[in-house]
């Protein structure tokens, strides 16, 4: 059985007692397949010989991904999908490229998340896209889930009311006053930037509505294009207020195209007996995917509860690095996750010497491939 056959098999019927033994076969793997990574954890003396634990695999920024040539001798071309990062200023490449060799696994842990914590009612409803789909936007790894969920949970009347260029909040207004009025419960998908859009068109026609009983939210993130960002917090008091939206269904997502699993808001309405008020949520992660605290300068694991860099080994990022550290300062308790903030410039001393030791390598690969 080969490495994504596993990975496929664990997302379908997760063990918690194999994940660990199943994480250090993914690291193998992408040791020998996975160039750049190779080096960079020879460069830290960490190889299949002697790292015998989680604990012990190296975390790659996720910032390499913009910096260096992420391949995977296996990734097909063909059969693979290319999702691409947010830019840098740092040179090389305006935006990084994720590699995923097989686009199945992300589809089944995306899926399977997301029956769990937006659709745990079994649901099937109507859906409103406030970003834009796969063939809309075909490089996005978001364009891609959206329209992944759509094809999984939705039923009934279907609308995308985003381009590349924008929201189209009048046309997301008017399809929400359809569905409103036959009692029909929708879902609504889109970034933190276009239910702002949205809120400001509904409170600037004066026509809040009630959507029907068993609507729900899925904020994405992303404040670009705003003067003043929503909070989380914000976007749930708005769904309420503007949307008829209950507060344990406006559920915010912590995802990134780096990483092929995602995390979602721990509400009453997926987890019963969790508390927190909205913007102060704890995020659970999926069985396949495991989050840990690093201490930014030692890049070792904190203990539970303490405050450090989030890093996850994503068994769904099997096709390039599994083991990957944010930008993100936040709090872990089991699979449980508080997303603090991101760092100021200057935090994370440790990602930093990381990324520097990926500009190098990606500076004399491009320069030995000129001569």
């Known amino acids: 059985m080969s490495i994504y056959e596993q990975v496929l098999g664990f997302i379908e019927a997760p063990e918690a007692e194999s994940f660990e033994s199943l994480a250090l076969d993914v690291f193998r793997f992408q040791f020998a397949n996975?160039?750049?990574?190779?080096?960079?954890?020879?460069?830290?003396?960490?190889?299949?010989?002697?790292?015998?634990?989680?604990?012990?695999?190296?975390?790659?920024?996720?910032?390499?991904?913009?910096?260096?040539?992420?391949?995977?001798?296996?990734?097909?071309?063909?059969?693979?999908?290319?999702?691409?990062?947010?830019?840098?200023?740092?040179?090389?490449?305006?935006?990084?490229?994720?590699?995923?060799?097989?686009?199945?696994?992300?589809?089944?842990?995306?899926?399977?998340?997301?029956?769990r914590m937006l659709f745990p009612d079994g649901a099937r409803l109507a859906m409103l896209a406030m970003h834009p789909t796969?063939?809309?936007?075909?490089?996005?790894?978001?364009?891609?889930?959206?329209?992944?969920?759509?094809?999984?949970?939705?039923?009934g009347?279907?609308?995308?009311?985003?381009?590349?260029?924008?929201?189209?909040?009048?046309?997301?207004?008017?399809?929400?006053?359809?569905?409103?009025?036959?009692?029909?419960?929708?879902?609504?998908?889109?970034?933190?930037?276009?239910?702002?859009?949205?809120?400001?068109h509904l409170r600037a026609s004066g026509s809040p509505m009630r959507l029907?009983?068993?609507?729900?939210?899925?904020?994405?993130?992303?404040?670009?294009?705003?003067?003043?960002?929503?909070?989380?917090?914000?976007?749930?008091?708005?769904?309420?207020?503007?949307?008829?939206?209950?507060?344990?269904?406006?559920?915010?997502?912590?995802?990134m195209t780096e990483l092929c699993s995602q995390l979602y808001d721990a509400t009453p309405?997926?987890?019963?007996?969790?508390?927190?008020t909205p913007g102060a949520r704890m995020k659970l992660a999926p069985p396949w995917l495991k989050p840990v605290a690093l201490d930014p300068v030692t890049m070792r694991p904190m203990a539970a509860g303490a405050v450090g860099m989030l890093a996850f080994f994503d068994l769904a990022n099997a096709g390039s690095i599994?083991?990957?550290?944010?930008?993100?300062?936040?709090v872990v308790r089991g699979d449980a996750v508080a997303i603090l903030g991101r760092a100021a410039a200057g935090e994370a001393r440790g990602c930093a010497l990381a990324i520097d030791e990926f500009a190098e390598r990606e500076l004399a690969r491009v320069t030995a491939n000129r001569q």
Not at 41 to 55: D, F, I, K, M, Y
Request: contains cysteine; charged residues 15%.
């Open 134 to 155: 796969a063939e809309r936007m075909p490089e996005s790894s978001l364009s891609r889930m959206i329209s992944w969920c759509i094809e999984e949970f939705g039923v």
């Open 322 to 330: 599994s083991a990957l550290m944010t930008e993100d300062f936040g």
């Open 212 to 255: 029907a009983a068993g609507s729900r939210i899925m904020d994405t993130g992303g404040a670009k294009g705003q003067a003043a960002p929503l909070s989380a917090a914000a976007v749930v008091h708005a769904a309420g207020a503007l949307l008829g939206v209950a507060p344990a269904l406006a559920i915010n997502e912590y995802g």
């Open 34 to 115: 996975v160039a750049v990574y190779r080096a960079y954890c020879q460069s830290r003396g960490a190889s299949p010989e002697n790292v015998r634990t989680l604990a012990a695999i190296p975390y790659a920024s996720t910032l390499a991904f913009k910096y260096a040539e992420v391949a995977n001798a296996t990734h097909d071309a063909a059969a693979g999908l290319t999702f691409l990062t947010s830019g840098t200023t740092k040179g090389f490449a305006e935006r990084g490229r994720h590699r995923v060799p097989k686009p199945g696994i992300y589809r089944a842990a995306a899926i399977a998340h997301l029956r």
């Open 157 to 200: 009347a279907v609308a995308c009311v985003a381009t590349r260029q924008g929201v189209d909040a009048a046309g997301a207004a008017a399809f929400l006053a359809e569905t409103a009025a036959r009692r029909e419960p929708v879902c609504v998908l889109g970034t933190t930037a276009s239910f702002a859009a949205l809120f400001e």
């Open 269 to 276: 309405f997926n987890c019963p007996g969790a508390a927190g």
